[in-house]
């Protein structure tokens, strides 16, 4: 199976910062990976696919880049509704596995 | 609108069955794949497996090969996940969600609401 290990595991932040969350691969998937993001309680949302394609209606402040094995989700000027735990996917080949989760929190 | 809706809460015993239902509407039900996920409980997320309803056609995550079986109802729009031989590392919620093919990449786009499940004597 390939392992997607992301960090960190927690981070804290304040409203306006900009964070990065990375994740690695332990292999390559080329571009085949994507970013959930979490609510508690709730099912996950898509954020971006194929690495840096931002899905439909997800707000501009996220970005995404990489390729290979190394990637990382980027949110700008955090706002509130965004603390939450994000995950990364890839979808390179079965099982698809995904990251541990970040868990972004309010400084 | 688009949505899936999942069966409710289980509580089984140690060694029983469990299926679990996944009701599609607003759109196509045979168009897109469905894949079952899982989250224990405070845990990340699991792949279990992924079914396309247009064919039948399955692929299942290694650790549960023989005990899971997905099937679908074409003309209800649902999905089931069968589990069977639970044991307490089988609690966990589990999801449905709508795949999502392009350029050669899958995601998971629409999820349903989960549907906890519960093994204990």
């Known amino acids: 199976d390939i392992q997607m290990t992301q960090s960190p595991s927690s981070l804290s932040a304040s409203v306006g910062d900009r964070v990065t969350i990375t994740c690695r691969a332990s292999?390559?998937?080329?571009?085949?990976l994507n970013w959930y993001q979490q609510k508690p309680g709730k099912a996950p949302k898509v954020l971006i696919y194929?690495?840096?394609n931002l899905y439909s209606g997800v707000p501009s402040r996220f970005s995404g880049s990489g390729s290979g094995t190394d990637f990382t989700l980027t949110i700008n000027s955090l706002q509130p509704e965004d603390f939450a735990t994000y995950y990364c996917?890839?979808?390179?080949?079965?099982?698809?596995?995904f990251g541990q989760g970040t868990k972004l929190e309010i400084k | 609108q688009v949505q899936l809706v999942q069966s409710g809460a289980e509580v089984k015993k140690p060694g029983a069955s469990v299926k679990i239902s996944c009701k599609a509407s607003?759109?196509?039900?045979?168009?897109?794949?469905i894949t079952w996920l899982r989250q224990a409980p405070g845990q990340g997320l699991e792949w279990v497996g992924w079914?396309?309803?247009?064919?039948?056609?399955?692929n299942y995550a290694p650790k549960f090969q023989g005990r899971l079986s997905m099937t679908t109802d074409t003309p209800a729009s649902t999905a089931y996940m069968e589990l069977r031989s639970l044991t307490s590392d089988d609690m966990a919620i589990y999801f449905c969600?709508?795949?999502?093919?392009?350029?050669?990449?899958?995601?998971?786009?629409?999820w349903g609401q989960g549907t906890l499940l519960t093994v204990s004597s």
């Open positions: 969600a709508r795949d999502y093919y392009g350029s050669g990449n899958y995601y998971f786009e629409i």
């Open positions: 607003g759109y196509t039900f045979t168009r897109y794949g």
């Open positions: 996917q890839q979808s390179n080949r079965t099982p698809y596995t």
């Open positions: 079914i396309s309803p247009l064919n039948g056609n399955t």
């Open positions: 194929s690495a840096s």
């Open positions: 292999q390559s998937i080329s571009a085949y």
